[in-house]
């Protein structure tokens, strides 16, 4: 990654929207339920589970994340009708943390509740850095009712090797990630090399407490490392999972499945995907060269 490709992925917000949606196309399901169900079939169809969002976050009415809830429940009740392999996660500012915590928290159990109905799960996304504890509280509480929930903990957070210890003794449900989130370095880990001692560390902590844990990365040192764990614990497929991204790496996602892992596959859909795809392009700024590439170049009619 060097400055060019820096420079032009903070460009990208002035960047043509079909160019964008071009470069987005791999990672993204589409727009539509009937994209969804078909993206997500012919996934299930290679031997990956799924995990289902709509693409949306930080709403700033209530009515937004009371439509959230209907599209997802609708969501669920596609997934069981159709007989896919998936569950869905969900971003708290999706569901309106940012404008009630109460809100916010009767929103998502009313979705946890739907998914329990149709024997489904739901993990709540982890966000940035001003959201951790009050995701990490919403969690817990929903745990006092319902087993079909689960959470996430970014390795790159200073906060999270403790964030763990406190969701090990509850034998939580957890996806372990690097993050994404540009947070301050009094918050996160800067450096490349420690994040990855980071999320080995949470994830050998987790499992060893006999939590469930998805092993979410692309980071093939990460899958070496996260092999190694289970192999030590002598764990079996059923008690982990490996999870990544629509669009990202195939060659290995294929290579983990048959290795005998199960793995989860994200896919993200919605009307909403072009703030989702300029977040995702930001976050690869090599990839966003090629955006810059494209826009010099349109293709020709």
Not at 67 to 80: F, P
Request: glycine share 6%.
């Amino acid at each position: 990654m060097n400055l060019f490709d820096r420079l032009i992925a903070a460009s990208l917000p002035i960047t043509p929207k079909p160019i964008v949606r071009h470069f987005a196309r791999p990672y993204l399901a589409g727009e539509t339920l009937d994209d969804m169900v078909r993206t997500v079939g012919g996934i299930n169809a290679e031997g990956f589970l799924c995990a289902v969002s709509i693409l949306g976050e930080f709403v700033t009415q209530r009515e937004e994340s009371e439509a959230a809830v209907r599209e997802y429940k609708e969501v669920l009740d596609t997934i069981q009708f159709r007989k896919l392999n998936s569950n869905i996660h969900i971003k708290l500012s999706h569901m309106g943390l940012k404008l009630d915590k109460e809100f916010c928290y009767q929103n998502v159990r009313t979705l946890v509740t739907h998914a329990r109905e149709h024997s489904n799960f739901i993990r709540l996304d982890m966000e940035d850095a001003s959201m951790t504890s009050d995701t990490l509280d919403m969690y817990e509480r929903l745990t006092e009712e319902f087993d079909n929930v689960g959470v996430v903990i970014q390795a790159c957070l200073r906060r999270s090797l403790e964030d763990a210890h406190r969701l090990a003794k509850i034998k939580a449900n957890v996806r372990v990630v690097k993050g994404i989130y540009i947070e301050p370095r009094n918050l996160s880990y800067h450096d490349k090399e420690i994040i990855r001692s980071s999320y080995a560390r949470i994830v050998e902590e987790l499992l060893g407490a006999g939590c469930y844990v998805a092993i979410a990365t692309h980071d093939e040192r990460l899958v070496y490392e996260g092999y190694n764990t289970v192999d030590r614990l002598g764990l079996d497929p059923s008690q982990y999972e490996f999870q990544m991204l629509l669009g990202v790496d195939a060659p290995l996602r294929r290579i983990i499945r048959d290795a005998g892992h199960r793995l989860r596959v994200a896919v993200p859909f919605g009307a909403k995907w072009y703030p989702y795809s300029i977040r995702r392009l930001r976050e690869n700024p090599t990839v966003a060269g090629y955006v810059f590439k494209a826009v010099l170049n349109p293709p020709k009619d």
